[in-house]
């Protein structure tokens, strides 16, 4: 399995941008797909985004399409969400994930198998 690392997280006003970073190690040659997830105070664990190592093949949750774009850097084993025109809505704590699977897309919290501690969005009004 591989190990993760968020960060970029932040406090940001409305409309601003961010960029999160997921830095991947140990076995990161079997891992089939990234993706990024976020849970805001009292709600369920949302998916938000996954890309596959091979081919960059790209999926977005509709609340966040055309806003954010996942990608990642193979040779430096990072995946990357950029955010763009937030929203006091996309507070929450987002965590990087990691999958072994196959299939596509892969958008539920079961497809992924090593997670990230989480880095906090705080997106003011």
């Known amino acids: 399995q591989v190990q993760l690392v968020e960060s970029g997280g932040g406090l940001v006003q409305a409309g601003g941008s961010l960029r999160l970073s997921c830095a991947a190690s140990?076995?990161?040659?079997?891992?089939?797909?990234m993706g990024w997830f976020r849970q805001a105070p009292g709600k369920e664990r949302e998916f938000v985004a996954a890309?596959?190592?091979?081919?960059?093949?790209?999926y977005h949750a509709d609340s966040v399409k055309g806003r954010f774009t996942i990608s990642r850097d193979n040779a430096k084993n990072t995946a990357y969400l950029q955010m763009n025109s937030l929203k006091p809505e996309d507070t929450a704590v987002y965590y990087c994930?990691?999958?072994?699977?196959?299939?596509?897309?892969?958008?539920?919290?079961?497809?992924?198998?090593?997670w990230g501690q989480g880095t906090q969005v705080t997106v003011s009004s």
């Open positions: 890309i596959r190592w091979s081919g960059g093949w790209t």
């Open positions: 140990g076995r990161t040659l079997s891992t089939y797909a």
């Open positions: 994930a990691a999958s072994y699977g196959g299939g596509w897309p892969l958008v539920r919290y079961g497809d992924f198998g090593s």
